[in-house]
């Protein structure tokens, strides 16, 4: 049973730019959440992808967007960084049905902003 | 809004010491609730799950969870620590009308003295 990978593994950008993180999920999973995790914080929600369509965000800008793909692999993109988007970006993966989130974390992604 | 609380932010324990880290949480309808670890420089990892049924659940590496829902809590428990334990733990609510978000705390780091 594959896990879930994510990449790059670090990445450093200046504000202004664009960024995108590639996660892919576990096998035999159908649903991919993103969460960002600041220094010293617990994971924050950013959204879910379900069937190629985002089912839920958290309090995230517009400038945080994602894709998932057939294949349920998904991209996190983020425009306009600011320096407050330095964290760890992490991908879990989970399989939708019966009403039990149990998600399944990737070893995240060390975005620095400078 | 939904929140979870962490009521430790640094727990120090010498070897073979009892350890128990708190965990509240507020929100009244139906949760799914877990424990995550992280260990130094690895990925957050599934300490253990509740769902439904027998409110204490054993989870890897002899950790056990009790869920107590008059008290929003979802307490984490060791007997005897070891070394090997140090990392940081996060407890994670999952609620049915938030489809897959996962709401975590802050974390507690744990530190275990050899």
């Known amino acids: 049973e594959t896990g879930v990978t994510q990449s790059p593994t670090h990445l450093i950008k200046t504000r202004g730019q664009q960024v995108t993180l590639r996660c892919s999920s576990q096998?035999?999973?159908?649903?991919v959440s993103w969460y960002q995790q600041a220094l010293g914080q617990g994971p924050q929600f950013i959204f879910q992808y379900y069937r190629e369509e985002e089912n839920g965000r958290g309090n995230f800008p517009p400038r945080f967007s994602g894709l998932q793909f057939p294949n349920y692999s998904s991209e996190l993109n983020v425009n306009a960084l600011e320096l407050d988007d330095s964290a760890l970006y992490l991908c879990?993966?989970?399989?939708?049905?019966?009403?039990?989130?149990?998600?399944?974390f990737g070893p995240g992604t060390r975005l620095t902003v400078l | 809004a939904q929140s979870v609380s962490q009521h430790n932010h640094h727990v120090i324990l010498s070897e073979a010491a009892s350890l128990e880290l708190g965990c509240n949480y507020s929100y009244g309808g139906t949760v799914n609730l877990f424990w995550y670890v992280q260990y130094p420089g690895q990925h957050l990892q599934l300490l253990l799950k509740?769902?439904?049924?027998?409110?204490l659940v054993k989870g890897i590496k002899g950790f056990e969870a009790e869920f107590i829902k008059s008290k929003f809590s979802f307490n984490l428990r060791k007997p005897s620590v070891q070394w090997s334990d140090t990392a940081e733990y996060f407890c994670a609510v999952g609620t049915y009308n938030q489809g897959g978000k996962l709401i975590f705390g802050q974390g507690t780091e744990l530190s275990v003295k050899p």
């Open positions: 096998s035999g999973h159908n649903t």
């Open positions: 509740y769902f439904s049924g027998d409110p």
């Open positions: 879990a993966s989970s399989f939708k049905g019966g009403g039990k989130n149990e998600q399944f």
